[in-house]
């Protein structure tokens, strides 16, 4: 069941626009060595205010709890879309005890297990590894392609990219949940070198070098905006984190809050902060962590997900308040997944509570953890206003599966 579409203005989208996005990176440093033991913990640029626009939360439907088997598959498969970074920690964290990671598959299965330890027997969790072991292929496309998928993982503008794409790959999802309430997206600078900057917008008047990743709807925000000009940007940037250390922080780059302040500080080569702004601070209202569906599953897995959801918004909450042992199983897959890997578990407790502090793990505008903030997504919509395919804000979004009574 959907949210009721006329409680939400059409927008008409610039989706042709999204061609070509590429996902935040989460681990452009696994290539570099770390030393996060003995890494101080240092003060970050502190985010500015993030508006939520108070809402009213429409009426949700009721499922009544009880154990998945009754109601779900016995294999249920997400796809992630990257290594498995912070934002993957709350699905890790339903990973039960007897986890198998299978690197030639790039999947790690085990019993579900709720955060309060509740064994779901008969249902199996099958996490899927997305970036460089799937050849970065799009969360979404994998679902398009592969019916034994259950649910993805997707940015906002993917899933209006899902939409106006009228390819094979391309399939329409709905977003049942958000394992994050911002985005994580951010550009970096070494304080050092400009110590006046304090915004993305004052790198733009510096008229500061910045890398960033190419064809991300996020850069082109920023230029639409008038923040940062054309000439500024470099693109190509896949996070690497050797350049910037190279050239002591002479140009700026794109970033991501759930890594690289907690990494920068750990590189021997580099050892001191870094100061950042999210793209929160400069009025990206896009989520970056959607769980997605099929839209034509709804319906037969609706039973399912209004109880799987709940379980999910559990682990957002467990996971924020004690993220050291499941961080230390992810580092393990890391391993397994890229031997190259060398975060380490102290980087991804900062991590989560770099998180935190910025605003990426908080409750939704309803004060309900894992909400999507439809008004959010419908000026989203409108910010990307063009010609193009006209999109409703319950095209892609509902959140009758999220149990109000959920909250960190």
Do not use: K
């Not at 925000?221 to 910037?244: H, S």
């Not at 080569?269 to 950042?276: D, P, T, V």
């Amino acid at each position: 069941m959907l949210v009721n579409p006329t409680t939400t203005g059409r927008r008409r989208c610039a989706l042709l626009a999204l061609a070509g996005m590429l996902a935040a990176c989460s681990g452009g440093g696994d290539d570099v060595v770390v030393d996060g033991d003995d890494a101080a913990r240092p003060t970050t640029t502190a985010p500015a205010d993030f508006v939520q626009v108070a809402t009213t939360a429409p009426e949700r439907p009721t499922f009544a709890d009880g154990p998945l088997s009754e109601v779900c598959p016995s294999v249920i498969s997400i796809q992630l879309d990257d290594l498995p970074s912070v934002e993957h920690g709350p699905l890790i964290a339903l990973l039960g005890p007897d986890a198998a990671v299978d690197p030639s598959t790039g999947r790690a299965t085990a019993t579900l297990v709720r955060p309060d330890g509740t064994i779901e027997d008969g249902v199996e969790l099958d996490i899927r590894v997305g970036g460089p072991v799937v050849d970065f292929r799009r969360p979404l496309d994998l679902l398009a392609s592969d019916p034994t998928l259950l649910i993805a993982q997707a940015s906002t503008e993917q899933l209006l990219r899902g939409l106006a794409e009228a390819e094979p790959a391309s399939v329409e999802s709905v977003s049942v949940a958000a394992l994050t309430d911002r985005s994580h997206r951010m550009i970096m600078w070494d304080p050092a070198t400009y110590p006046t900057a304090s915004s993305i917008a004052d790198l733009g008047a510096l008229d500061v070098e910045i890398r960033h990743q190419t064809a991300d709807p996020f850069i082109e925000y920023l230029v639409d905006q008038g923040i940062v000009d054309t000439d500024q940007l470099v693109d190509g940037f896949f996070g690497e984190p050797a350049r910037f250390v190279a050239e002591a922080g002479a140009s700026a780059q794109q970033g991501d809050v759930l890594v690289d302040p907690a990494l920068y500080p750990a590189l021997p080569q580099w050892g001191q902060e870094i100061a950042f702004s999210t793209a929160s601070d400069a009025g990206w209202v896009g989520y970056d962590d959607h769980l997605v569906v099929r839209r034509a599953d709804i319906a037969t897995l609706s039973a399912c997900l209004g109880r799987l959801v709940p379980i999910v918004q559990d682990a957002i909450v467990a996971y924020v308040e004690d993220s050291t042992p499941i961080n230390a199983t992810m580092i393990e897959m890391r391993a397994a997944f890229d031997p190259l890997s060398r975060l380490s578990v102290d980087i991804l407790d900062r991590a989560v509570a770099d998180g935190v502090a910025a605003g990426v793990f908080a409750n939704g505008a309803d004060g309900a953890v894992a909400s999507v903030d439809t008004a959010r997504v419908d000026s989203f919509l409108t910010a990307l206003a063009a010609d193009g395919a006209e999109v409703a804000v319950t095209d892609i979004v509902t959140n009758d599966f999220v149990r109000p009574d959920r909250s960190l």
